[in-house]
T-cell receptor
């Protein structure tokens, strides 16, 4: 069935290093992807999105890469800071005919070590 | 900055009891959602609501669940007879309109429901 999953449950990085969080999806009909950040005690917060007609999109300190051939999505965080510590989820949606829901992956816990 | 709010933050109830989880979406938003997250698992879609009716629901959203927008500000999720497996964090989300990207749903902080 459809699934969006993450490779690693926990990622530990040193402050200042770059972080890479990975996500695999299985629904080839997915054409829109979002990364969410969930801090402790809060709801998921939108970080960045990408459509399937792109393979890279950059935001402030974050970059999302999409490889449709292998159905893989990654979130790169440059110069990781303690405030980046959170759980990161990828989510997918079909923009046409996919209804209203977001389908989330399991989540990766990012821990930033000082 | 406007936020989605949810009350209570934590609800403990006995199996078989009814619970109502409350949400106040962002005021100019038109689409409303409930998701749940069982501890350690992924966030799962329950239901979406638009124009005073359910627009989509998942297989989780069975006859024990209902949603309501009783007034212009609140959006509620009712579970009629709670089961142990309903224990989870429940997130409300809202979205402004149907056009354009990003397709951004704004999430509330969640209500932790514990069924004993």
């Amino acid at each position: 069935g459809e699934s969006v999953g993450l490779h690693l449950p926990t990622l530990s990085v040193q402050e200042g290093d770059n972080s890479i969080i990975n996500c695999a999806y299985s629904n080839s009909a997915s054409d829109y992807f979002i990364w969410y950040k969930q801090e402790s005690g809060k709801g998921p917060q939108f970080i960045i999105d990408i459509r399937s007609n792109m393979d890279k999109r950059q935001g402030q300190r974050v970059t999302v890469l999409l490889n449709k051939t292998v159905k893989h999505l990654s979130l790169q965080i440059a110069a990781t800071q303690p405030g980046d510590s959170a759980v990161y989820f990828c989510a997918e949606k079909r923009l046409t005919g996919g209804g209203n829901k977001l389908t989330f992956g399991t989540g990766t816990q990012l821990k930033v070590e000082l | 900055e406007p936020e989605v709010t949810q009350t209570p933050s934590h609800q403990v109830t006995q199996m078989g009891q009814e619970v109502i989880l409350r949400c106040v979406p962002i005021s100019n938003h038109l689409y409303f959602y409930w998701y749940r997250q069982i501890l350690g698992q992924k966030v799962e879609f329950l239901v979406s609501f638009y124009n005073n009716e359910i627009s989509e629901k998942s297989e989780i959203f069975d006859d024990q669940f209902s949603v309501e927008r009783p007034d212009g500000s609140n959006f509620t999720l009712k579970i009629r007879s709670t089961k142990l497996e309903d224990s989870a964090m429940y997130f409300c989300a809202s979205r402004r309109d149907s056009g354009g990207l990003p397709y951004e749903q704004y999430f509330g902080p969640g209500t932790r429901l514990t069924v004993t």
